[in-house]
């Protein structure tokens, strides 16, 4: 099987974990033989995470979002950014802080649960007051850890491994944007998403009664 960054290969990938036995799990507990932690790090776009967690709803998976309330791509007090927190929780996911260190700006709109964005090593596993930190024990271990940072599995695709259920249990990192737009690359991905960023701005600008 190839395994490109699409969605029909993420439903592989679930169905896959499915296969494997693995229950989606919340980062609530401590980790249990068989649990699968679907962590997405929202970074770019919204649109994409409600794309994602639609397609993981209809798949009778759950995951948690982590947002950003400081992010330079989208605006989480907008309209948009309201109507997508009210969908991912209609659909049953959680939703986790995606923080730039070292503000911590949790309110009512998520679950105690943070991920850094981008974080540096020296305090990405230090446990957080009041918040489960994702990368801290042992919720974090780099054997039952998987991302897709850039486009890139570190230790390749994770889907023959959860189906043969070679994991004891997995966080599983992926970026909502990196799954929603076309791409061999992340810099062919991220070109499609700026065509289509186009758009929705378009969009916009109409929406405030600019004449475009
Ligand atoms: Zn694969
Ligand atoms: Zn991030």
């Not at 007090?77 to 939703?95: D, M, P, Q, T």
């Not at 054997?143 to 070679?166: K, M, V």
Request: some cysteine; glycine content about 6%.
């Amino acid at each position: 099987m190839s395994c490109p960054f699409d969605f029909e290969h993420y439903r592989e990938l679930l169905e896959a974990a499915q296969a494997g036995g693995y229950r989606f799990a919340f980062f609530e507990g401590e980790p249990r033989e068989g649990n699968l932690f679907l962590r997405h790090d929202v970074d770019l776009s919204l649109e994409a995470a409600v794309r994602l967690a639609e397609l993981e709803a209809e798949a009778g998976a759950r995951a948690t979002y982590f947002l950003m309330t400081e992010s330079n791509f989208y605006n989480l007090a907008s309209g948009e950014g309201e109507r997508a927190l009210a969908r991912l929780r209609e659909l049953e996911h959680r939703v986790g802080l995606h923080a730039v260190y070292p503000r911590v700006q949790r309110d009512e709109r998520f679950d105690p649960v943070l991920a850094w964005h981008n974080p540096d090593p020296d305090y990405m596993r230090e446990p957080v007051d009041g918040l489960v930190n994702v990368m801290q024990e042992p919720w974090f271990s780099p054997e039952t850890y998987r991302s897709d940072s850039n486009q890139h599995w570190r230790s390749g695709c994770p889907h023959e491994e959860l189906r043969a259920g070679a994991f004891p249990w997995l966080q599983l990192l992926t970026h909502p944007e990196i799954w929603a737009y076309p791409g061999e690359t992340m810099s062919e991905t991220m070109h499609a998403m700026l065509d289509a960023e186009r758009e929705r701005r378009v969009g916009q600008l109409r929406a405030d009664k600019i004449d475009i």
